[in-house]
């Protein structure tokens, strides 16, 4: 499976922003797609997960609120719609995939990654 994440910019503090990963290549019927993020001399984190079954999402508690995961089932593509983002959302976004149906993506490893997109939030 290849993913494409796209839809990084630059936005200033207060913004909103949506990022889209694309799945491409073999799909499965039990999949579990999910979001990921590195800030500059950080660990990599768990945003939100989403399993394709029936879109059930799961949401880091750090974020949970200002962000929701959504899936285009036609598209195989998945979004990640932030708002009120702050400075410290800055990183470079990353999605992934695995097989399965777990509904809490922070818990499990992901197999397939996209190359990331970078977010800046300005201040």
């Known amino acids: 499976v290849q993913l494409q994440a796209s839809g990084g910019g630059l936005v200033q503090a207060g913004g909103s922003l949506r990022l889209s990963c694309a799945a491409s290549?073999?799909?499965?019927?039990?999949?579990?797609m999910a979001w990921f993020r590195q800030a500059p001399g950080k660990e990599r984190e768990f945003v939100a997960s989403?399993?394709?079954?029936?879109?059930?999402?799961w949401y880091s508690n750090s974020m949970k609120g200002r962000v929701t995961i959504s899936r285009d089932n036609t598209k195989s593509t998945i979004y990640l719609y932030m708002n009120s983002l702050k400075p410290e959302d800055t990183a470079i976004y990353y999605c992934?995939?695995?097989?399965?149906?777990?509904?809490?993506?922070?818990?499990?490893?992901?197999?397939?990654w996209g190359q990331g997109t970078l977010v800046t939030v300005s201040s």
């Open positions: 992934a995939g695995r097989l399965g149906d777990v509904v809490d993506g922070s818990r499990v490893p992901f197999e397939d």
């Open positions: 290549g073999r799909t499965f019927s039990s999949y579990v």
């Open positions: 989403i399993r394709w079954g029936d879109n059930s999402p």
